[in-house]
């Protein structure tokens, strides 16, 4: 499975607009990432509920990188699900 380089990747910036209503969640998204560790693809798994929490998400994970899953040693795409939580207070 190919894990996100967290570290390196930056996190969501939190809608202006969720802030000031006090919109919170957690999306799922589906990555798939090829063998160079670069996303392939994204598309929502489980929504947050709210639509622009859900679009931040995407747009945000579409430019991350990930360490990318091997076989026998041998890096190969695969498919991974990442959630991306949104939190006023932490």
């Given at each position: 499975?190919?894990?996100?380089?967290?570290r390196?990747?930056?996190?969501p910036?939190?809608?202006?607009?969720?802030?000031?209503?006090?919109?919170?969640?957690?999306?799922?998204l589906a990555?798939?990432v090829?063998?160079?560790g670069?996303?392939e693809?994204?598309?929502?798994?489980?929504?947050s509920?709210?639509?622009?929490?859900?679009?931040?998400?995407?747009?945000?994970?579409?430019?991350?990188?990930?360490?990318p899953a091997?076989?026998n040693?041998?890096?190969?795409?695969s498919?991974?699900?990442?959630?991306?939580?949104?939190?006023?207070k932490q």
């Amino acid at each position: 499975m190919a894990v996100p380089r967290y570290r390196d990747n930056p996190p969501p910036t939190y809608p202006r607009r969720a802030r000031h209503r006090g919109i919170e969640g957690t999306v799922r998204l589906a990555v798939w990432v090829d063998a160079a560790g670069a996303v392939e693809g994204v598309a929502v798994a489980r929504s947050s509920g709210y639509d622009i929490l859900d679009r931040c998400a995407l747009d945000a994970v579409r430019s991350w990188r990930f360490d990318p899953a091997t076989r026998n040693g041998r890096p190969e795409a695969s498919k991974v699900e990442v959630p991306v939580a949104f939190r006023l207070k932490q």
